[in-house]
Nanobody, 128 residues
């Protein structure tokens, strides 16, 4: 499966931004998809994911209530709506997909090493 992110940019604190992840390839809609981010000098962090089995969504406390993941299966696209952005949200954002043959266990849905397919990333910069 091939993933292409778009929608990053430079915004001010408090603004909103929506990222898109377009998936292509066979049975792309059967893959669990997660959004991850990595800031310079920091580890890659999972910020949301959506299960392919039942559409359940998961978020870490750092973004819960501000970020929303959603999917449009007809378009094979997953979105990340980000509200009330903070300077600490500045990072390169990646979408990633986990093969349906090896679905991440629930406790590891936000662990980046459970995902085999990655997009190229899109920069999000939040100014104060």
């Amino acid at each position: 499966v091939r993933l292409v992110e778009s929608g990053g940019g430079l915004v001010q604190a408090g603004d909103s931004l929506t990222l898109s992840c377009a998936a292509s390839g066979r049975d792309a809609s059967n893959y669990a998809v997660g959004w991850f981010r990595q800031a310079p000098g920091k580890e890659r962090e999972g910020v949301s994911c959506i299960s392919s089995s039942d559409g359940s969504t998961y978020y870490p406390d750092s973004v819960k209530g501000r970020f929303t993941i959603s999917s449009d299966n007809a378009k094979n696209t997953v979105y990340l709506q980000m509200n009330s952005l903070k300077p600490e949200d500045t990072a390169v954002y990646y979408c990633a997909a986990a093969s349906p043959l090896f679905p991440p266990p629930r406790a590891r849905l936000l662990d980046w090493d459970e995902y085999a397919y990655w997009g190229q990333g899109t920069q999000v910069t939040v100014s104060s």
